[in-house]
């Protein structure tokens, strides 16, 4: 009896809506909840999103548009994509709108691609990048911030960044023309241990200030976490993959908010891998099956990834889990998902398009095709030097400290790369061998005594001691890589080594340290140019060694292809001076590299290698393919 009353004050509720639409009064052009009905109205009409996630981010700019109109063929009627801070303002102050980091020209380009677009601009965003997102100098300017909480520290950067931001932006909101429905507060903030309400209500407030009534704000939480991660007032959504539980999870979230419309705000079509683990791969049957459950229960849904690209240059993340309670993600981020690292469609695709399309009008697209794929012959490469020779130090070290004790990359300023520390090994002890110890190391050490590399230490396995033998030289130098900062619960990961570095227990100090950040190649190229046979002589039992080499495209029909490393061991790859990411063959399962058509140019282009850690002769070559191989080595 309530129950029919209540349907039928809600009929009236929306009849009245209705008539002012007809009208064309108060509600042309809103995005709106409807409790009573739990639905979304678009200008007042009932409305469900089916959405993809796609970062644009993680893929170049001259693939955008392929992309997108991929995922409005397979049935989708709506882009979700996070927001990354540290993309946008990747020094203090120094803000980047261009190129991959142009958000107002993706929208542009979902809207024209008839999507409607979802924001979540966090300030934290998790999503497998390094610090979750946030940038590095937060930890420079305030080493005791308390990030995701109401520190004042925290609060004052956040506003200051929103205040940039949230104006860029605001014009793209529904409300306001745009093709902006629905921004996030924070980011699944019910998993994280703070359980903070008073900076959730600071952040829904701030984020309100921007968007007012021009879209629908939301927070998303898996079904056991929305305790700490629902904002009164603030629709709550969930997140959770193939499952045969729904409709307990629907009715989790209904003793919490118990009208409204049902969201799954991350619905995994795949899943993140780290390196040293089998790639992640999730089954087609139950995605489908549990797609085809919540549609049928009227639910919004979107899928993350739908697309899920690459995490170029140094912006993977890590988790805290493993032996060493570090494990670093792979460079690439093709999830498994429906759309396959260079945005291919997979089988997964089509399932899932056949079942949208009996959910929703067919877009009248054509199924996307795969699009070509090019092989090059093997490039020769040409050893140059190691980043410990003078040459290299001069070129690209960007700034030389000394101190007592080792600092750390964030209280150098430095993001990521490579930071080389040295001191002089003391005579006076007379064991043989002797235990060289470095505490709190972060994340992997490349030792060295007198130019000579003796092996590896590594914060991932756990292992932080290296015997070395009495006698073996004079000048202990420990090149120190950042693997990518951890993105989930852990939220202050300093980088280098903060701890003490003890010989047999006693305190090595006064150390000389030289960073390396790797950000600009122009100083790589300088140092190139450069190229001295003896420099490269003097270094040859270094690690961190750098190779070059070129390539000749005759014709301007250019694909994509992947670089395969099979042979090398670990290190980075630069193509016409874009930081392609990290690669590791030694351990996989990632194994070759995504290497997108646009970076490539009709002539000659260059590939610079440096290799951390493989002793790879100056006569190696650097082999391409036509297909990926994620599931190696
Ligand atoms: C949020 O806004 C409300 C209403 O203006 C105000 O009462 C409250 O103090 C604000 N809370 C925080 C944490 O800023
Ligand atoms: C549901 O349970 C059945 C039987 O255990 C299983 O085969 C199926 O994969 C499950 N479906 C999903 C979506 O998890
Ligand atoms: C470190 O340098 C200081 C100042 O130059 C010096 O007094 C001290 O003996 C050095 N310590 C070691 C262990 O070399
Ligand atoms: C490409 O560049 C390399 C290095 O500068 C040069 O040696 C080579 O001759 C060039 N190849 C062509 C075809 O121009
Ligand atoms: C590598 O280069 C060095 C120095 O130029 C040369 O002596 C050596 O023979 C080369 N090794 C190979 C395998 O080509």
């Known amino acids: 009896m309530v129950q029919l009353r209540y349907i039928l004050l809600s009929i009236a509720v929306y009849m009245l809506k209705e008539m002012h639409a007809n009208n064309g009064e108060t509600v042309s052009r809103t995005f709106r909840i409807d409790f009573e009905r739990d639905t979304f109205l678009m200008d007042g009409k009932p409305f469900r999103f089916i959405s993809g996630s796609f970062h644009y ?79 590095y100098w937060l930890l420079t300017e305030h080493p005791r911030i308390k990030l995701r909480t109401y520190d004042h520290e925290y609060l004052q950067e956040v506003e200051k960044w929103y205040s940039v931001l949230m104006p860029r932006i605001q014009t793209h909101f529904y409300g306001n023309g745009g093709p902006v429905i629905m921004v996030s507060i924070e980011n699944e903030y019910g998993s994280f241990s703070a359980c903070d309400g008073k900076y959730l209500t600071f952040l829904k407030n701030l984020t309100e200030r921007y968007v007012q009534d021009n879209a629908v704000l939301f927070t998303n939480d898996g079904p056991a976490q929305l305790h700490c991660g629902k904002i009164p007032g603030v629709l709550a959504t969930l997140d959770f993959g193939s499952t045969n539980n729904s409709d307990r999870y629907w009715q989790t979230l209904r003793r919490l908010q118990p009208q409204g419309p049902l969201v799954n705000a991350e619905f995994y079509p795949g ?110 490469m040409k050893y140059h030097g190691s980043l410990l020779s003078r040459l290299a130090r001069k070129s690209l070290g960007q700034y030389i400290q000394y101190s007592e004790r080792t600092l750390g990359f964030e209280a150098l300023n430095q993001n990521s790369g490579l930071i080389l520390y040295e001191s002089n090994i003391h005579n006076g002890i007379h064991r043989d061998p002797l235990t060289l110890t470095v505490n709190n190391l972060r994340d992997r050490a490349y030792v060295h005594v007198d130019n000579k590399f003796l092996g590896v230490l590594s914060r991932e396995n756990g292992i932080y001691s290296l015997p070395i033998s009495l006698g073996i030289g004079k000048r202990l130098q420990l090149l120190v890589e950042n693997q990518g900062r951890i993105n989930y619960n852990i939220a202050n990961d300093f980088k280098g080594i903060l701890g003490a570095v003890t010989i047999d227990g006693n305190e090595v100090l006064n150390w000389t340290i030289t960073g390396f950040p790797l950000e600009d190649y122009s100083l790589l190229r300088n140092y190139l140019d450069r190229y001295s046979e003896h420099d490269a002589d003097s270094s040859r039992h270094a690690s961190a060694k750098i190779f070059y080499g070129t390539f000749f495209l005759k014709t301007n029909k250019i694909y994509d292809t992947y670089i395969d490393p099979t042979g090398w061991g670990k290190g980075l790859i630069f193509i016409n001076g874009f930081n392609l990411g990290r690669y590791w063959p030694l351990v996989g399962p990632q194994v070759t590299l995504y290497l997108p058509r646009h970076i490539l140019i009709q002539g000659n282009n260059t590939i610079v290698i440096i290799e951390y850690q493989k002793d790879i002769q100056n006569d190696s070559v650097i082999k391409f393919s036509n297909k990926p191989k994620l599931d190696g080595p």
């Open 271 to 380: 899943w993140l891998t780290h390196w040293m683990e089998p790639t992640a791969r999730v089954a087609i049957d139950p995605v489908v099956e549990t797609l085809r459950v919540m549609l049928a229960k009227g639910a919004s849904v979107n899928f993350y990834m739908f697309f899920g690209g690459t995490n170029f240059g140094f912006t993977a993340g890590a988790n805290d889990g493993g032996p060493g309670k570090f494990n670093t993600d792979i460079t690439s981020y093709d999830y498994d998902a429906p759309l396959d690292e260079s945005g291919d469609p997979t089988p997964k695709y089509n399932a899932i398009r056949n079942v949208l399309l009996e959910f929703t009008e067919n877009p009248q697209l054509p199924i996307p095709e795969k699009l070509p794929k090019m092989t090059i012959p093997p490039v020769q």
């Open 57 to 135: 981010f993680r893929a170049l700019p001259g693939s955008w548009r392929q992309i997108l109109r991929s995922m409005r063929a397979a049935g989708l009627n709506t882009v979700m994509t996070y927001i990354e801070w540290s993309t946008h303002e990747p020094k203090k102050g120094q803000y980047n709108w261009n190129g991959i980091a142009n958000i107002e020209q993706f929208i542009r380009i979902a809207e024209e691609e008839d999507l409607f677009v979802i924001l979540r601009p966090g300030p934290y965003i998790c999503a497998e990048r390094d610090m979750g997102g946030f940038p």
